[in-house]
Every structure is written in C-alpha cells, then in structure tokens.
C-alpha cells in the first residue's frame, strides 16, 4: 500500500529537549516536505527536498532542520524546542512528475506535538 | 502574511444541495491551484487541481473554477453527500512546483 508513515504520532516534551519527527514514505517520490498546521493558519510549510541531499526552507523554518540521506526518509529535527512549535505536524511526499497531472502530494497521518 | 485565504471558516449545506466554497490568493505568480480534504485524526488528501491555463476543471461531482484576474478559485460540489463533510483546504503554488501556499480551511457540514 502506497504511504506516508510518521513517528511518533503524538509527543509531549518539555522546553529545549532535542527531538526527531520520522517521516518515510515508500513510493518512490523524489518531493518531499514538512508542514504544520495551526488554528487559524492553515497549513504552513517548513521545509522541503526535491531529491536526496537537496532541501530548502520553506515558509516558516525557524526552530527546525531536516535532512534527506535517503530517497525513502526525511526527519525534522527540533534541536531545542519551544512552545511556540507545539503544533500538529504533516510530511507530505510528491513524485516530481505529478505536479500537473491528476495526483499531487500525499500526506502521512500527523503527529501532534506538544512543548511544555 | 498569508498569500492564500479562505475567508469562510465553516459552511452547512443540505445532502443534495450545493456547496461552494471560496479561495483568494495574492501572488500573481501562483500557477497551480489545488483542493485538499481532510478529515480530523487524518492528514489531506488530494481532492482536485486546475492550472492557470484553464478556467474550469471537472471531476465527477467536484468543479474548480480559476478566475484569474479576480485571484479567486472556488470548489463546487454537487451533489453534496454527507461523506463530503470535512476540511476543506485550498492550495496555490508557482510553476516550479517547490513550493505550496496553504488557506486556513472551511469546515464543511453536510446535513442529512
């Protein structure tokens, strides 16, 4: 079955403990990226990779880094969280073809982080 | 500054009404328009896209219609059922594809 997997789903932490949200997906897609999801904002991007070891900040990197080692995988990293990232957190995957034809990115489940 | 708004935050509409919901965007460069649908404990999932090319894309019950100089997109399903009921978001982003510019969504109900 096509998917997006993230790990954990749900996490409660505590101020400036370092975590890693996995993502991995498994078809193949060279397009891959994180969002968050607040109320009354909307999805807002983070970061993005267009292939392994190509990323790029999206529209609201701060607090965050990610990397892509594998084609499969791509974990955001808070090195020091705050609060203010305690959010609802989506990895999407994209095969970079798709963009105008009938498909576009598939989402995994959501992880929903809490900073205390 | 959001580049893509959704001004609606909710929307009911009777089973086999109408629904239609609305997107405005700011940036003249955006090329591509997408509609995703969530449920809640899910994430998006694709609904419907058009380009800028075009003014109106069709698939089964679901139309977008693109009024470019207008910067406005709206989504009409017809008929709706109450399994259309969900979140509702829309999406923009440029001709590169890199990057996407998500509304704040409108919560569709569907009343039986």
């Known amino acids: ?116 | 500054d959001q580049q893509v708004k959704q001004n609606s935050p909710s929307l009911s509409v009777q089973e086999g009404r109408i629904s239609i919901l609305n997107c405005d965007y700011t940036n003249s460069m955006f090329d591509y328009f997408l509609w995703y649908k969530k449920y809640p404990a899910e994430g998006p999932t694709f609904l419907i896209s058009i380009s800028s090319i075009k003014d109106k894309n069709e698939d089964g019950r679901f139309t977008v219609f693109l009024n470019k100089s207008a910067k406005h997109l709206s989504l009409h399903i017809v008929p709706s059922q109450p399994g259309d009921s969900a979140v509702y978001f829309c999406a923009a982003s440029d001709l590169a594809g890199n990057q996407f510019y998500f509304g704040t969504g409108t919560s569709l109900t569907v009343i039986p």
């Not at chain 1, 609802?88 to 994209?94: D, E, I, K, N, R």
């Open chain 1, 1 to 116: 079955e096509a998917q997006v997997t993230q790990n954990p789903r749900y996490l409660i932490t505590v101020t400036g403990k370092k975590l890693t949200v996995t993502c991995s997906q498994n078809m193949n897609h060279e397009y891959m990226s994180w969002y968050r999801q607040d109320p009354g904002l909307g999805l807002r991007q983070i970061y993005y990779s267009m292939n392994v070891e190509v990323t790029d900040k999206g529209d609201v990197p701060e607090g965050y880094k990610v990397s892509r080692k594998e084609k499969r995988n791509f974990p955001l990293i808070l090195e020091s969280p705050s609060p203010n990232q305690t959010s609802l957190y989506f990895c999407a995957s994209m095969g970079l073809g798709a963009l105008f034809n009938t498909d576009t990115q598939y989402f995994g489940p959501g992880t929903r982080l809490t900073v205390l």
